[in-house]
Nanobody
Framework: QVQLVESGGGLVQAGGSLRLSCAAS????????MGWYRQARGKQRELVAT???????NYAGSVKERFTISRDNAKNTVYLQMNSLKPEDTAVYYC??????WGAGRLAYWGQGTQVTVSS
């Protein structure tokens, strides 16, 4: 089994910063892509940023230049540095990982989500 555990969410004023972390653990053979998604109340889940095992990144237009995704392959951890936060960034943020696990093959896993609230 594979688990993704997120941390780093919270309440911040507009213009502030937060850093999210997501650590993968379990019977991991390898991790391919990792990413962050978010879901605001009453809206569909949307992509925020992704990063490949080689470090190539992709961002939603609404967060480009403000958010930075990175990963530490040795720690099976992905990060999301969020700067210049806006009230519209308020959402539950979910970590996603494309994992090849021993005995389970290649599957996509999700974290439990962490709340980010940006006050105006």
């Amino acid at each position: 089994q594979v688990q993704l555990v997120e941390s780093g969410g919270g309440l911040v004023q507009a213009g502030g910063s937060l850093r999210l972390s997501c650590a993968a653990s379990g019977s991991i053979f390898g991790i391919n892509g990792m990413g962050w998604y978010r879901q605001a109340r009453g809206k569909q889940r949307e992509l925020v940023a992704t990063i490949t095992s080689g470090g190539s990144t992709n961002y939603a237009g609404s967060v480009k230049e403000r958010f930075t995704i990175s990963r530490d392959n040795a720690k099976n951890t992905v990060y999301l540095q969020m700067n210049s936060l806006k009230p519209e960034d308020t959402a539950v943020y979910y970590c996603n990982a494309d994992v090849t696990a021993w005995g389970a093959g290649r599957l996509a896993y999700w974290g439990q989500g962490t709340q980010v609230t940006v006050s105006s």
